[in-house]
């Protein structure tokens, strides 16, 4: 199996949804026989331009490790799905567990205040 590293930028009326969307997604991926390594949910930000007339997005990035099948089959989920504005899917050399760049930036902002 590959390892992959997804990005989805969900619009922003639909943030409440996300734990539902995020659960389903996992369903896919554990029946299909693949894992998880790390999911996170960045938050609303800013986006650096507009996307349907829409300035600001919620992002969640996962990292997995699946076979096509089940790549294919969240790809074509993501495609359908009113809701995501746009889906970044690159493939990974290995595991990656530690927190992205993101977060740790989250981290050092909660730090400050």
Request: charged residues 30%; contains cysteine; positive net charge.
């Amino acid at each position: 199996m590959r390892h992959y590293e997804i990005t989805l930028i969900v619009h922003p009326d639909q943030s409440a949804q996300v734990g539902t969307m995020m659960e389903k997604y996992k369903e896919i991926i554990t029946t299909g026989g693949g894992k998880i390594h790390r999911k996170e949910d960045w938050g609303r930000k800013h986006l650096a331009y507009p996307i349907k007339k829409i300035y600001k997005a919620h992002y969640l990035m996962m990292n997995i490790e699946c076979d096509q099948e089940v790549l294919d089959k969240l790809n074509y989920n993501f495609r359908f799905n009113d809701a995501i504005l746009r889906n970044l899917i690159i493939s990974e050399d290995g595991v990656i567990t530690t927190p992205s760049i993101m977060m740790a930036n989250k981290d050092k902002e909660k730090g400050r205040s």
